[in-house]
C-alpha cells in the first residue's frame, strides 16, 4: 500500500467514524437503536412477549421514524429460561450501553432485574423506561432499600422512568377500596421480602388512615380471617387480592389494565390483528414504553454529541395526551402520574380509580 493510498484510507475510517453513533461530533447516524429486554423464556415469557409485541406495534404503526429520525429495534431475552437471569440482564444491558447508536433502552418487566441493570445504562447515560417495575425504591427512597434511589444512578442523574404506577400507589388503592367495602378489621399476608415487608408498612399506614385496623401480618400465614369488630378481610401482598370473610369472589387492585377487558379498543384491534391474539395486561405498557421514547427521540434533535442527553432529559416531564393509557406526564423522579388502578371481581372489571393521597 502506498503511503498516499494509507493516508485515503485512514482519513475515509476517520469520516465513518466522525459520523457514526449517537455520540461524538456533527450529526447523528441514523438509524438509532432502541433496546427492548424482557422475559421472552420462563414463567413471565406470556407477558414478556405481550411488553415485546407491544413495544414492537409502536414501532411499526409509527413507520419506524421518531420525527425525522429512523429507528430500529433489538428484542432480548432477559430470562434465559428463568423468572429472570442476572447474567442475562447484565448482558442485555451492556450490550446497549456498548452500541454507539442505542437511544434508549426498554426494561425489564419487573423491579428486581431492574435494579440491576439501572446502574448500568445509568453511567451510560441511557434513558431506561420499564413497562412493568413498580418498586418505589427505583425512583423515591424507601425503607429496606438503603441509598435509594441514588445507589441506581451512578451518573449522579436520574436516567429511568415508567409508565406503570409505582407499587405504593397501588397499595393504597387497596386500603382505599378494603375502607369503600366497609372492611374493620384486615390481615396482610407478607412473604417478609424487603419489597413485601416495605408493601406492608406502606398499606397498613393508608389502612389506619381510614380506619382500617390491620393485624399482625404474621397471624395471616393460616389464611384465617378474624370476625371480630365488624367486616374482615384479608389482603395477599404477592397477588394483590383482597378475600372478604363471606366467601364473595376475589377483589384484585391492579396497576395494569387488562386490554382484552374492552373488545372495542382500537389498541386491541390493531394488537390482534398484527400478532393473531388478544393483548394481555402487559401489551398496552410496552406499547406505551416504546411511544414515550419514540416522543424523546424525536425531540431530541440531530446533534450528536448531546442527542443521549437530550433523549434522557426529554422523557422527564414528558405530556402523553390521548395514549393508551390516557392522558398522563412522567415527573422529575420518572414515575407516571397516571394513578388509575384497575379493579376486578374475579374475571369481572368493574373500572377503575385514582386512589387518594
Not at 5 to 22: E, F, N, P, S
Request: hydrophobic fraction near 40%.
Amino acid at each position: 500500500m502506498t503511503i498516499r493510498t494509507a493516508l485515503a484510507v485512514a482519513l475515509l475510517a476517520a469520516a465513518i467514524a466522525a459520523g457514526c453513533g449517537v455520540s461524538g461530533e456533527g450529526e447523528i447516524d441514523a438509524p438509532v437503536t432502541v433496546y427492548v429486554s424482557l422475559p421472552l423464556t420462563g414463567p413471565r415469557a406470556a407477558d414478556g412477549r405481550d411488553a415485546a409485541d407491544g413495544a414492537r406495534l409502536a414501532l411499526e404503526q409509527a413507520g419506524e421514524v421518531a420525527g425525522s429520525i429512523q429507528v430500529s429495534a433489538e428484542f432480548l431475552d432477559d430470562a434465559n429460561g428463568r423468572g429472570w437471569d442476572p447474567a442475562a440482564v447484565g448482558r442485555s444491558a451492556r450490550t446497549a450501553v456498548q452500541d454507539s447508536s442505542a437511544a434508549a433502552y426498554i426494561g425489564e418487566l419487573d423491579s428486581e432485574p431492574t435494579r440491576a441493570s439501572v446502574p448500568i445504562t445509568n453511567d451510560a447515560g441511557l434513558l431506561h423506561v420499564s413497562p412493568g417495575a413498580g418498586g418505589v425504591d427505583l425512583t423515591r427512597p424507601a425503607a429496606g432499600y438503603p441509598d435509594s434511589p441514588d445507589r441506581y444512578r451512578p451518573s449522579g442523574d436520574p436516567n429511568f422512568a415508567r409508565t406503570v404506577p409505582a407499587d405504593d400507589v397501588v397499595v393504597r388503592a387497596a386500603a382505599d377500596w378494603a375502607s369503600e367495602l366497609g372492611v374493620k378489621r384486615l390481615m396482610v399476608i407478607s412473604d417478609g421480602t424487603s419489597f413485601q415487608s416495605l408493601m406492608d408498612q406502606k398499606f397498613t399506614e393508608a389502612a389506619e388512615e381510614r380506619g382500617v385496623q390491620v393485624t399482625d401480618p404474621m397471624t395471616a400465614a393460616t389464611g384465617s380471617i378474624s370476625t371480630r369488630g365488624g367486616t374482615g378481610a384479608l389482603y395477599d401482598l404477592g397477588t394483590q387480592t383482597i378475600k372478604l370473610k363471606d366467601g364473595s369472589p376475589e377483589l384484585i387492585a391492579s396497576a395494569l389494565l387488562d386490554p382484552s377487558r374492552l373488545p372495542d379498543s382500537s389498541f386491541v384491534r390493531e394488537f390482534r390483528e398484527r400478532f393473531g391474539r388478544d393483548p394481555g395486561p402487559y401489551a398496552a405498557y410496552g406499547y406505551e414504553a416504546m411511544e414515550l421514547v419514540l416522543q424523546s427521540i424525536s425531540d431530541a434533535g440531530i446533534d450528536a454529541s448531546q442527542f443521549r442527553d437530550n433523549v434522557r432529559e426529554g422523557a422527564f416531564g414528558a405530556d402523553r395526551t390521548d395514549s393508551v393509557l390516557g392522558d398522563y406526564s412522567i415527573d422529575s423522579d420518572g414515575d407516571t402520574t397516571e394513578c388509575m388502578i384497575q379493579r376486578y371481581r374475579g374475571d369481572e372489571l368493574l373500572g377503575a380509580s385514582c386512589p387518594p393521597l
